[in-house]
């Protein structure tokens, strides 16, 4: 097999330029799969599968990084053929680190896990987390480098940025040199960038990511003179206000957060104290959905709200908290600003009742006025110090303008900007409309685009260099509360390919300086202590630097700035409609797309799959005359996408979100492509909603309304009575431990119980915790090697996902209660699938677990028909006969690749509890703890998993809660996974019109 | 040889078996047609075998759909031969004698068709055989508790008997072809076929008794085999499928719907060869009656699960009978079935309906489709909204089970145009001794049979 990248990228470059030679390709393939039906076309399924025929795979050449890479745990010299072993390492999105552990068998990474010791994951890899190692292997990868057309070798790409080639068109002083990065607080990168500076010091560098509105930044700055940054203490807080701030799962820090709320939301007893959320927000986000008290509002109006809230927190708690210009800036009351009054007034008189213990966050979409308010109802509130404190935003150039990207559009518009050198992300997608990047670019003689695919970027630039991805890279990042990690490869790289701090150095002259050498030469003179060797090997096994934690700051309010801010507001809010463009749950900016783990993901709150759709509450669908389905057309000014609607209870009225990432256009991401429609259309630089929105039907000729199917995992989100998902209030609770006997206690039966020694597994699925985050269903899918069907098998309801994440609506339609309910093989005592099968394939293990013989399995499918919570799957067709090479690494080589006409479902993760049995047994001792992928996933631990027979673990402690109950008691199916009802802690005090449950 | 026959006996033995070696254009353009249909049968088969269940419309929670549908469809049709065959002989319904050649042939092609379904909907066919008891090296039975085992040792062992039971009852008759058949080759063909028979006492005596015992063996078959198939749905816990009138439920429609079939092969067959006399009016009026009063025991049925869903005061059961079969998204085919299988029967109150042929065939047609319908609705509704509202999901089916179904249709259509083409459509043997009967009554000092 030749590794020449001159012919792959010829080929590559073929696919690219001729739709005619991709349709060759899609047809080269066998004859079983031209036998697929209509809308699974084949070219979905290439698509989808991402095979690639012109490009030989890799054949399973893979190799160990040439550095030494460092175990989590090193008490084996040789790795055992067969045992995975576990490195840590990190992942950095949104400029943050948050530390991983990844499962290597044979030298390839398999499985993503959280690193227990670092403060960002305390053991938790939510769904970017887990889907990413799926990217390592994705076979459109960009393959190699090129300069124009021509596939070329790093050399000639370095010498192209060497000093001698570069200083003749940027200038000595590296004038006309910028560097667009994406917002990034590695100390590598922060240190090379430093030297690039001192070596150009004209030249500039630029920080763009579409999530990052950097309001917050100006906030900060206009508050304290410099970029602070706010880490909240969720474990102390008692209650909590989130203004359009989805912190349970959409932050950088939403890992740690999840955790630490859970910790104050979970209650063992029903004497137990909990938190209580408060939720301003336009759409229905996770945080939202877990909320005791749930405001909708356009995201335009929650300014006014937060100050009204603001407003009644300084008149409870006496107007000595704040200085006296700022208290007046804050406005005095105006009935006609605050339509919520009652809701607001009870959220300002619990606040203030909970002062030191309570946190305000505001979501980072709202704009910098927003932000202050939140900082000041924390100081006002008395949480600065205690439940709020501040670091020094360890983003580089926090809050900086003249770094941000209309600075460099404009420089680049102005012809100022003669080399330009893009590091990842995809602006030419993910820019502003307004700011017409495209044009831009044109203008800049020469670009260089550092990226993992040939996409939208890499085709405006002139050369394009092959991104590593973190997992086969050396590389450091900073979490958000400051604490460094290194990032350690797990493999070679499989492309080759080369990380920002390699390109900086080719900057730099330094064309061959590796990674590795560069990352030591930083950290030899940061790490403390004399054995730079010893503290070197700890970084990489522990996956955390200890000791670089930010310090606090204390904050220097300058309220002479924060005043006027204040008192400049802007004219008053027009009514009609608003759009707001989110960050997506499963593609996050887009950069996901082409995943497809992430593309069949459920959203959690939607449960829409294969694209995004416009969120409108069904009132506001009503008055617009749009049904779910039709195609709409968002119009704001001249700006237009064509997107399909869908109807969502509890979504905000006069507001219609778009979740942003997809529309991806033609070109190295085939998955993605054509997947859902381009929010980015409308997006305008600065902020990301926006008034004056016009909707309207798109119709097709004749007058009918065109639609397009969503493809959804779960289309009826009523209970239907039924007492499936369970929830009470916390006083409820208190009156009557037992709401949920109904579906608890004996069922009479003609069978004695199963005799059970021995480790006897069962699991306990907390529904006050549940955010619905589907971390956990991505955990299962890359554990147990889950097939991906595409579009059209979602449409068709044969969706492959072991583990499920319910969502029921319940209450009025326009603020329901929203129950997350996680839905896997129950693992029934007396299962129902286990008497029908007609050939044994379906038994009953002695530990407890109801096992799934898939060679035995000949798929009469009479097991699911007989399951009454349809949590078996059927492999309809053979989902891996055409998966690429590289995509078979990432299967997990402890389980079984099934294969068509089997069904298959939730084993409890068997494979890890015989794993921790044999262990035991070699050494003579009783099973080590077990933790099943979804367990092990989960920010909030919602989920325990362990042995009945283990008295005093925290399985059988929470399995004696009075709030615990089975799914479908009645049935008498005695499920060994059991559910601890939901428990919400309303105010008694808040009127019960506005928001709220 | 056979007995001396008045010449009277010759010819009704001609005019009978004359079909067999008459060739017809009719036949031909038939033929072709359904042999037609059973290509595209075939290919449908050999597209889901090579690529996947997945070519269908199932999906979860819909995992049974078409395929099970038409295989209970098919084994109940077969029903109406053994109940005319065995039931009907045990008790003395001499006018079974005109249709059970057909009724029979029917059933036998009705459970071939059946028979491939059970193969056909499993996701790794070519396993089929773990159901089959047989000493494997693996040591692994079939899971007796299942009713899938059951199903195959119940439609194997239908299968026999039904095969038997014809075959034997075909002696004689291919015997008299043998004899009377134009042509050496045919003849030699009816005489390998025939196993030598040749009419002496003994043998019929033997034939006789072996007659009574297989039709003994099959009587119950007609209660067992499709209360079985329907213990594949009542065994399970499902709203709509583990009720305990299943069984009988059953092998009533089962029997209505045959006895449908029955008279919608044998009126055009009637016209087409002219035996309005040996399928007379009082033939057709009682199979009228046996529908009639069949429909009746289905209403009946259909009353006591709906009050049973009702009277348990469970939340799941009400809600697929009382909601979920009237008004879901499958409400459309529930009414077009209470009408084919409730509404329809009624006019076989009135004697001038009973035996019209047109009434009656075209009732037969609803008939037949109104029980498809049923099997649809029964299967269809309880898996597509069941416990977990989470889990509902929409059914459709696809081309791929459009062309199984019709073309199942066509297969069978085959079958018995082959079957029509070579063999005695008509019980000879015993028409001819009810004929000497009603002679001897008439003139008491002939000898008996």
Known sequence: MTNDPRRWWRDLDEALDTPEFREALAREFPAGAAALPEGLTRRSFVRLLGASIALAGIGGCFERPRERILPYVSDQPESTPGLGRHYATSMTLGGYATGLLVESHAGRPTKIEGNPDHPASLGAAGVYEQGSILQLYDPQRARGARIGRAGTGWPDVAALLSPERLEPVVGRRGTGLRLLLEPSASPLVAELLGRVGERYPEAQAHFYSPLDSRESDHASVAAFGRALRPLYSFRSADVVLALDADFLAGLPFSLRYARDFADRRRIAAPTDAMNRLYVVEPGLSVTGGIADHRLRARAVDVEPLARAVLRGVLAIRGGHVLPPAVASAVGDGEPAETPHRGWIEALARDLAAHAGRTIVIAGERQPARVHLIAHLLNAALGNVGRTVRYIDAPILEAGAPSHDLPALIAAMRGGAVRALVVFDGNPLYAAPADLDIAAAFRRVPRTVYLGLYENETARACGTFVPALHYLEAWADGCACDGTASLVQPLLAPLYGGKTEAELMAALLGQPDAAAHALLQDLWRGRLTGSDFAGAWDEALQRGVIAGTAAPDVAPAWRWGDVGSVLEDRPAAREAGLEVVLDQDARVYDGRFANNPWLQELPDPITKLTWGNAALLSPATAAHLGVTAGDLVDLNRGGLTVRVAAFLLPGHGDDSVSLRLGYGRGQGGEAVAEGVGANAYRLLESGMSHFGGLVVSIARGAGGAPLRERLASTQSHWRLEGRPIAMRAALDEYRRNPAFAASENGRVLSLYEPPAGGGDQWAMVIDLATCTGCSACVVACQAENNIPVVGKQGVLDGREMQWLRIDRYFEGNIENPAVLMQPMLCQHCEKAPCEYVCPVSATLHSPDGLNEMVYNRCIGTRFCSNNCPYKVRRFNWFDYNAEIAETERMVKNPDVTVRGRGVMEKCTFCVQRIREAQIAAGIEGAATREVRTACQQACPTRAITFGSLNDTGSDLVRRRAEPRRYAALHELGTEPRVQYLAGITNPNPAMPNDDGGE | ?449
């Open chain 2, 1 to 449: 040889m056979t007995t001396v026959a008045s010449s009277g006996s010759v010819q009704f033995t001609d005019r009978l078996l004359a079909p067999a070696w008459t060739p017809s254009r009719v036949w031909r353009v038939l033929f072709a047609v359904s042999g037609a249909g059973t290509l595209g049968l075939v290919a449908a088969i050999a597209y889901t075998v090579s690529t996947g269940i997945g070519v269908w419309g199932n999906n979860i929670p819909v995992a049974w759909a078409y395929a099970i549908i038409n295989f209970v469809w098919w084994i109940g049709i077969g029903h109406a031969g053994t109940f005319i065959s065995a039931f009907l002989l045990l008790f003395h319904q001499r006018w079974r004698s005109s249709v059970n050649r057909v009724a029979e042939a029917m059933t036998l092609f009705a459970l071939v068709n059946a028979g491939l379904f059970p193969l056909l909907h499993l996701g790794r066919p070519w396993f089929f055989y773990w159901l089959i008891p047989y000493p494997s090296r693996m040591g692994v039975w079939p899971q007796f508790k299942s009713a899938l085992p059951w199903d195959a040792a119940a439609v194997a062992t239908y299968f026999t008997v039904s095969l038997l039971f014809w075959y034997l009852g075909l002696v004689p008759d291919l015997a008299a072809a043998r004899d009377r058949a134009p042509g050496r080759t045919r003849r030699r063909v009816y005489g390998v076929f025939a196993l030598g028979w040749r009419g002496s006492g003994r043998q019929w005596h033997q034939y006789r008794v072996a007659y009574l015992i297989l039709a003994g063996l099959a009587a119950p078959l007609v209660i067992s085999v499709h209360s079985i198939v329907s213990l594949d749905f009542a065994i399970s816990q499902l709203p709509g499928w583990h009720s305990t009138i299943f069984p009988p439920y059953f092998v009533v429609g089962a029997i209505y719907s045959g006895f449908a079939m029955v008279l919608l092969l044998v009126i055009p067959l009637r016209r087409v060869f002219r035996l309005e006399d040996i399928i007379a009016e009082r033939h057709l009026d009682n199979m009228a009656k046996l529908l009639l009063a069949m429909a009746w025991m289905l209403i009946y049925s259909y009353i006591v699960e709906t009050f049973m869903a009702w009277y348990s005061g469970n939340a799941y059961e009400r809600y697929t009978y009382l909601i979920d079969r009237p008004f879901g998204p499958y409400g459309w085919i529930f009414w077009g079935m209470l009408t084919a299988n409730v509404v329809v029967p009624q006019l076989f109150w009135w004697r001038r309906m009973r035996v019209s042929p047109p009434v009656l065939f075209v009732a037969s047609l609803l008939i037949l489709a109104g029980m498809w319908t049923e099997r649809f609705i029964i299967i269809v509704t309880s898996l597509n909204r069941g416990f977990l509202p989470s889990s509902w999901h929409f059914y459709a089916p696809t081309w791929v089970d459009w062309s199984i179904l019709f073309g199942s249709v066509a297969f069978f259509f085959l079958l018995f145009f082959l079957f029509l083409r070579f063999v005695p459509m008509v019980a000879i043997s015993e028409l001819r001794a009810q004929r000497h009967d009603a002679d001897t009554a008439a003139a008491p000092e002939v000898a008996a049979p």
